[in-house]
């Protein structure tokens, strides 16, 4: 483009906006202010407020009620086979051994690709949870294979109340030395052309969030 022609554009673009060349330009937008966290019950609940309205499905849990709350998420998805990060905290949790007590093939989350989208659920923890969206944010690293949130029908997503974080700053300033950050707001959404949402086209079709306290 040569510079007539960018001149033009540019005073083609001036007049659209209605503005002449000796305006000064516009003040710039305020910045807001950081968002102010509350109380871990009230940030919990903002969180799992916003999710169920996403169509997820929380549950706030004490560490012995886990097995019964698996049994009851494996009966009502057909829960057969499942994955997990084989992470301290989940072991802690006896997150697969409570699913292998009920019947669930257990596949490795090093598995390639088309086994785990072969399974019906995978279980992980949470690195990040933002209650103003109900976003979620994951990191990737080798105990953390980001298919495990991505392939199967079924995410379950543990979360601790030290993953809440007040604002997507602060989130970005710890995740940039990652090479991943998966963010997760409600289960996979897609709307076709007459705006006809479905859920699960391109990733999980349910979310289940649990905090285990």
Same mark, same amino acid.
């Given at each position: 483009?040569?510079?007539?022609?960018?001149?033009?554009?540019?005073?083609?673009?001036?007049?659209?906006?209605?503005?002449?060349?000796?305006? @000064?330009?516009?003040?710039?937008?305020?910045?807001?202010?950081?968002?102010?966290?509350?109380?871990?019950?009230?940030?919990?609940?903002?969180?799992?407020?916003?999710?169920?309205?996403?169509? &997820?499905?929380?549950?706030?849990?004490?560490?012995?009620?886990?097995?019964?709350?698996?049994?009851?998420?494996?009966?009502?998805?057909?829960?057969?086979?499942?994955?997990?990060?084989?992470?301290?905290?989940?072991?802690?949790?006896?997150?697969?051994?409570?699913?292998?007590?009920?019947?669930?093939?257990?596949?490795? @989350?090093?598995?390639?690709?088309?086994?785990?989208?072969?399974?019906?659920?995978? /279980?992980?923890?949470?690195?990040?949870?933002?209650?103003?969206?109900?976003?979620? &944010?994951?990191?990737?690293?080798?105990?953390?294979?980001?298919?495990?949130?991505?392939? @199967?029908?079924?995410?379950?997503?543990?979360?601790? @109340?030290?993953?809440?974080?007040?604002?997507?700053?602060?989130?970005?300033?710890?995740?940039?030395?990652?090479?991943?950050? /998966?963010?997760?707001?409600?289960?996979?959404?897609?709307?076709?052309?007459?705006?006809? /949402?479905?859920?699960?086209?391109?990733?999980?079709?349910?979310?289940? /969030?649990?905090?285990?306290?």
């Amino acid at each position: 483009m040569n510079t007539q022609t960018t001149d033009s554009v540019i005073e083609s673009v001036r007049r659209a906006l209605g503005r002449k060349p000796d305006m @000064p330009a516009a003040p710039r937008p305020p910045i807001l202010p950081p968002r102010i966290a509350g109380t871990v019950d009230a940030e919990i609940d903002r969180l799992f407020g916003e999710i169920n309205m996403l169509s &997820g499905v929380t549950q706030r849990l004490r560490e012995n009620e886990i097995g019964a709350a698996l049994h009851s998420l494996v009966q009502a998805q057909a829960v057969k086979k499942a994955t997990l990060w084989p992470t301290a905290e989940l072991a802690r949790l006896r997150i697969e051994e409570h699913l292998r007590a009920l019947g669930v093939e257990i596949v490795s @989350p090093y598995a390639d690709k088309h086994a785990l989208a072969q399974c019906d659920l995978g /279980v992980t923890g949470v690195d990040f949870a933002l209650p103003e969206t109900g976003t979620l &944010g994951l990191l990737s690293s080798a105990e953390k294979p980001r298919a495990v949130s991505l392939a @199967p029908r079924v995410h379950l997503a543990l979360v601790r @109340p030290a993953a809440l974080r007040a604002d997507l700053h602060q989130v970005f300033a710890e995740a940039k030395q990652h090479h991943y950050l /998966v963010l997760i707001t409600g289960p996979s959404r897609t709307a076709d052309i007459e705006l006809t /949402v479905t859920l699960g086209v391109h990733g999980p079709q349910a979310l289940y /969030v649990w905090s285990c306290e």
